[in-house]
């Protein structure tokens, strides 16, 4: 089990940047696979970024170029650093971790990003 705690959302305007922050409890944070889900208003959650524990990253097409994930174990956070925000990006920014072996999935409350035109 691995708690989530999500920081960095607010309010800004299209082409301004924004740094989320996901501090997580546990001793096993190396292991995880970190990642960044969002959800907009009347859409389904969809999957922005991941890092795993190598350090290799995935994007969703959309974000690739603007948005850089990534992790500092010795802190037990995860960072997803977006630059050149659209208001197409508006939407709760959730962390999760999943476990490599399982695939059991933690998920954090969610922050809100708001991008206005």
């Known amino acids: 089990q691995v708690q989530l705690v999500e920081s960095g959302g607010g309010l800004v305007q299209a082409g301004d940047s924004l740094r989320l922050s996901c501090a997580a409890s546990g001793r096993t944070f190396s292991s995880y696979i970190m990642g960044w889900f969002r959800q907009a208003p009347g859409k389904e959650r969809e999957f922005v970024a991941r890092?795993?524990?190598?350090?290799?990253?995935d994007y969703t097409n959309s974000v690739k170029g603007r948005f850089t994930i990534s992790r500092d174990n010795a802190k037990n956070t995860v960072y997803l650093q977006m630059n050149s925000l659209k208001p197409e990006d508006t939407a709760v920014y959730y962390c999760?971790?999943?476990?490599?072996?399982?695939?059991?999935?933690?998920w954090g409350q969610g922050t809100q990003v708001t991008v206005s035109s």
């Open positions: 890092i795993r524990p190598s350090s290799l990253t």
């Open positions: 999760t971790a999943e476990t490599v072996i399982t695939g059991s999935r933690f």
